[in-house]
Nanobody, 120 residues
């Protein structure tokens, strides 16, 4: 289960900042990879940023240098710091988690999505 721990998204001016957060409920052997996606079409979501222990983080080219992804494993939390926002960043964003409840047993969870609107 993935839920937004705090009201996420919202409205920001171009050049401003927003921070998204979500939490994965339950206790897991390994939190695995966690990521943020954006809705690009009615049927397609595209990766924005991903973070994985011992692997590090990777970002879509369009947000490199502006967005930062982080996690707090002790709280099962995932964050996306969005700086220098542009109008093109307006979208619905989704939190995704792929934890393992036990060794060899992996799951995949999606958040419900949160709207980010950037105005000029």
């Amino acid at each position: 289960q993935v839920q937004y721990a705090e009201p996420g998204g919202g409205l920001a001016q171009a050049g401003g900042s927003l921070k998204l957060s979500c939490v994965v409920s339950g206790s897991y052997h390994n939190l695995g990879a966690m990521a943020w996606y954006r809705q690009v079409t009615e049927k397609q979501r595209r990766l924005v940023a991903r973070i994985q222990s011992k692997v590090g983080a990777n970002f879509a080219d369009s947000v490199k240098g502006r967005f930062a992804i982080s996690r707090d494993n002790s709280k099962n939390m995932l964050y996306l710091q969005m700086d220098s926002l542009k109008n093109e960043n307006t979208c619905v964003y989704y939190c995704k988690a792929c934890p393992a409840v036990r060794i060899g047993s992996w799951s995949s969870y999606w958040g419900q999505g949160t709207q980010v609107t950037v105005s000029s």
